[in-house]
């Protein structure tokens, strides 16, 4: 056995004093490094929750505000809907800016204190370690070997006292033994007296052991707990800085201390507190109720210009407002179905009528009332035969009414609205939707 020994073998106690249990304040100091990273975890963590429920919240705000913008939802009530959205907005920008300081300032923090605090060796573990433990080892060295001579002489004394014992018992069953002569019985009371002097011996260097052994106490003693107390600064550090670290989060984690928190609240209770069901019904009445405006009829005198066909420049003045629906679409009956409603603009779908000048709008409100027009020379146009595919009825004075398989004449190339300029068997001139026709084999 080395003069260190087997610390562990002579401890006897769970106390610090003994041999070895040092072992558990040393271990302390690899702990905090532990604790540390155990610290930035636990907060990294934190901030990935943060960071999931600010998107959270900004995903609910968009879907949400969508919904209120489309749905049946108006007035003041609609804008303190609005009010929640625009409020988890903010929330997530606050959240947002909490995970950047648990994952990124707080947690910078700590891995530079622990950089500081522990310094690894090349051969492994941390200086701060290696220090603690060699400091107690030396303390202890003394005095564990002078508890080693204390445990040496204890147990010769035992082991002397126990051959002592063995020899005065047989000494006591050979005086009792008649058949035991007395050269006999002699020798068994030498033996005892060997024994006994070998016991005394031994009681003596045992007591001469430990007292060495407690004036070796306070020394001991007074080393271990300087070496404790050095250990006990660092952890001191440790502990306050660790607090001071949680105060720094608390004081992160608490929204509520902060001022953008509270704007966010007060603004929205503020928009809330404003919707005023009176003004949205006023508004509702007004926009949507009696409260509109309308154009109520009128007697009317029927004048000449109002059978005028517009000209194109007319056509051209409301161009964004004259788009009609082609929707008196008349089914020839059979298997074929119609093209769709023609969606068109009227500034451009008629561009045709230019060619009827103001003066010939008379002869067209003659045609139109059933007066048959005598079509002039120049109106004489060779054209090309179309057949009708479908029952089509003229909305307009300058439009072509048919039947299914009626034939007329296609007198121009159809324009980018989809008209046609045609001429009817009956010698009427108008326009006709060009795909409601196809062109006659000849």
């Not at 900004?58 to 009010?83: F, I, M, N």
């Not at 070997?145 to 063995?166: D, G, I, N």
């Amino acid at each position: 056995m080395s003069s260190n020994g087997d610390l562990s073998d002579l401890g006897t106690s769970d106390s610090f004093w003994e041999p070895g249990n040092y072992k558990r304040t040393v271990k302390r100091i690899d702990d905090g490094h532990r604790l540390c990273n155990e610290l930035v975890s636990c907060f990294q963590e934190r901030a990935k929750i943060e960071k999931s429920y600010a998107l959270q919240l900004s995903d609910w705000a968009k879907r949400w505000r969508g919904v209120v913008e489309k749905g049946p939802q108006y007035g003041t009530l609609e804008k303190a809907w609005h009010a929640f959205m625009l409020a988890a907005d903010r929330l997530s920008e606050l959240h947002l800016e909490l995970r950047e300081r648990l994952a990124g300032e707080d947690s910078e923090k700590v891995r530079n204190w622990q950089k500081d605090a522990f310094h690894k060796q090349m051969i492994g573990g941390f200086r701060e370690t290696k220090d603690a433990d060699d400091g107690f080892r030396k303390a202890q060295k003394p005095w564990v070997r002078k508890l080693k001579e204390v445990e040496s002489s204890r147990k010769s004394y035992h082991q002397a006292k126990k051959e002592e014992w063995t020899a005065v018992t047989r000494e006591t069953h050979a005086k009792a033994d008649p058949s035991k002569s007395q050269e006999e019985v002699r020798k068994y009371t030498t033996r005892v007296e060997r024994c006994n002097q070998e016991s005394e011996k031994g009681k003596d260097r045992y007591k001469k052991a430990l007292e060495e052994l407690n004036r070796c106490n306070p020394r001991y003693m007074e080393d271990m707990e300087q070496v404790f107390d050095l250990t006990q600064e660092a952890e001191r550090k440790r502990l306050c800085f660790f607090k001071d670290i949680l105060l720094d989060i608390h004081m992160h984690l608490d929204l509520s201390a902060k001022e953008g928190f509270k704007e966010l609240y007060r603004d929205l209770g503020q928009t809330i507190r404003a919707a005023s069901e009176v003004e949205d019904l006023r508004w509702w009445r007004t926009t949507h109720g009696p409260g509109m405006s309308m154009n109520w009829p009128q007697f009317e005198e029927w004048t000449p210009e109002a059978s005028r066909s517009i000209s194109r420049k007319e056509r051209g003045a409301n161009s964004e407002e004259n788009v009609v629906t082609l929707t008196n679409i008349v089914s020839s009956g059979g298997g074929d179905v119609p093209p769709s409603p023609i969606t068109l603009d009227t500034s451009r779908a008629k561009d045709y009528s230019s060619d009827w000048s103001d003066d010939e709008s008379p002869k067209k409100v003659l045609a139109v009332n059933g007066v048959k027009e005598v079509p002039d020379k120049e109106e004489q146009v060779e054209g090309v035969r179309v057949r009708a595919l479908y029952d089509y009825t003229g909305q307009e004075a300058d439009e072509l009414s048919f039947n299914a398989g009626d034939e007329l004449l296609k007198l121009g190339e159809e324009d980018e609205q989809g008209w046609c300029k045609g001429q009817l068997l009956s010698g009427q001139i108008g326009l006709y939707p060009a795909n409601y026709v196809q062109l006659v084999a000849s």
